[in-house]
């Protein structure tokens, strides 16, 4: 039972475009949600977070959107980057409990 | 980020053995976590502690067993490496005052 998921396990972008990765969650408990990016070889790095009181969270070029009714959020890059190339995880915790469900990754290509 | 090494790196052991990883800390967070990374699963939790002595099972908990002594050690031990226990292992903490996860490098094992 995947209570955090991420459909697209791939996505090509034309550097200077956007990128959007997606995430779907069935636990209507969880309240906090956070974007990873992982690079080969490296743990996964903190990029952004966005608690359920809101909607959107911006930080430079990454934007995190939450859709509570539909219990879907995503990540916008803009522009795209080479840089941007990694594995990036979505993960969502209940208040609380400080355990983190991870989505399986959204492998994300950036093309110069 | 959150000052986390693991040790090893990298680890080679045969099918039977016992095998221990190390997580050290320099943040003094008070909670650490063990997860497994394999293709198509994203990160699961193994184990995870809220506390010196204080310890919880994850959701892939079985053949693996966890200690804490100081706040800053995790330990991570495989009682009997298994071929299905090869992976890439990542520590992880948390901060009471926050709900950010920070990870360390991973570990790679193979179980021969």
């Known amino acids: 039972d995947q209570q955090v998921k991420q459909n697209s396990p791939s996505l090509s972008v034309q550097e200077g475009r956007i990128s959007i990765l997606n995430c779907d969650y069935t636990?209507?408990?969880?309240?906090?949600f956070l974007w990873y990016k992982k690079y080969p070889a490296e743990g996964p790095t903190f990029l952004i977070s966005?608690?359920?009181?809101?909607d959107k969270n911006e930080d430079g070029r990454f934007t995190v959107f939450l859709n509570k009714s539909a219990k879907h959020l995503s990540l916008h890059i803009v522009p795209s980057q080479p840089g941007d190339s990694a594995v990036y995880f979505c993960?969502?915790?209940?208040?609380?409990?400080?355990?983190?469900?991870f989505g399986t990754g959204t492998r994300l290509k950036v093309l110069a | 980020d959150a000052g986390i090494t693991q040790s090893p790196r990298h680890k080679v052991t045969e099918t039977g053995t016992p095998v221990t990883l190390r997580c050290h800390q320099t943040?003094?967070?008070?909670?650490m976590y063990w997860y497994r990374q394999d293709p198509g699963h994203g990160l699961r939790l193994i184990h995870y502690?809220?506390?010196?002595?204080?310890?919880d099972k994850g959701e892939v908990s079985d053949g693996y067993s966890v200690s804490r002594s100081k706040t800053e050690d995790f330990l991570l031990t495989l009682e009997s490496a298994t071929s299905s226990q090869t992976s890439v292992y990542f520590c992880?903490?948390?901060?009471?005052?926050?709900?950010?996860?920070?990870f360390g490098p991973g570990t790679r094992l193979t179980v021969l």
């Open positions: 993960a969502a915790s209940a208040a609380g409990t400080y355990k983190y469900i």
């Open positions: 636990n209507s408990m969880f309240d906090y």
């Open positions: 966005i608690s359920s009181i809101k």
């Open positions: 943040e003094n967070h008070r909670y």
């Open positions: 502690s809220y506390g010196v002595k204080d310890t």
């Open positions: 992880a903490t948390t901060a009471a005052i926050t709900d950010t996860q920070y």
